[in-house]
């Protein structure tokens, strides 16, 4: 059964810090690793999707990366802001397109 | 701007009542998802549909949830009775019916069962 964990599980950083965030996941038979973005009360935005042939994803400040051989993907965002508070969510998608999320990292960037 | 939309945004019930959500996905995508989000459970795939046919609905409690799609531009989640543990937020998503696209989510519904 494949299992998603995200680490950490809440960051807290000054504006203009590089972070990166982690996720891993237990079955490497995925079709592809999407990133999203919840802010409280929210919706999920889509941020980033890496297809399992891929290495990796840039948008903008954010670049994600994936190792599916290792289970892992990371989402690197550059000169962080106070808008970039909010929740971050990896799903792998398994068979049928269905995602599979972790329990995401909660970030608050403050001034 | 093409997105999913899902009705009603809010919803207060008092536990053994019937409560229908409602879910319209981006015009063209022929998958659709239904989610569930608890702070203790994270997000959960409830169930979803394909060319308005169910694949799987292995995540729902069988007793008293359904989930159907009248057709191609609207699908429904029903719990009857509903019970104080269904509080959470309900998330449609749809996409296209290929493995490798991306699923675009509606706001959700947040749902209270008193």
């Known amino acids: 059964k494949q299992e998603v964990t995200q680490i950490p599980a809440a960051l807290s950083v000054p504006e203009g810090e590089n972070l990166v965030l982690n996720c891993s996941f237990t079955d490497s038979a995925i079709y592809n690793l999407q990133w999203f973005r919840q802010d409280p009360g929210k919706g999920l935005t889509s941020l980033l999707l890496?297809?399992?042939?891929?290495r990796e994803q840039t948008s903008g400040r954010l670049n994600a990366s994936l190792d599916k051989s290792s289970g892992r993907s990371t989402l690197y965002i550059a000169a962080s802001q106070p808008g970039d508070s909010a929740t971050y969510l990896c799903a792998v998608s398994g068979g049928y397109n269905k995602l599979i999320f972790g329990a995401g990292t909660r970030l608050a960037v403050h001034p | 701007d093409a997105r999913v939309t899902q009705t009603p945004r809010h919803k207060v019930t008092e536990m053994g009542q019937e409560v229908t959500m409602r879910c319209q996905p981006i015009l063209g995508h022929n998958t659709v998802f239904w989610y569930r989000q608890t702070m203790m459970q994270g997000l959960e795939l409830l169930a979803y549909?394909?060319?308005?046919?169910?694949?799987?609905d292995s995540g729902m409690p069988k007793d008293r949830f359904s989930a159907e799609m009248p057709d191609a531009t609207l699908a429904t989640l029903k719990i009857q009775p509903s019970e104080p543990r269904d509080s959470a937020v309900y998330f449609c998503?749809?996409?296209?019916?290929?493995?490798?696209?991306?699923?675009?989510f509606g706001p959700g519904t947040r749902l209270t069962v008193l």
């Open positions: 549909f394909r060319n308005r046919a169910p694949l799987d």
């Open positions: 890496i297809q399992s042939s891929q």
């Open positions: 998503a749809s996409g296209f019916g290929r493995a490798y696209n991306e699923q675009f």
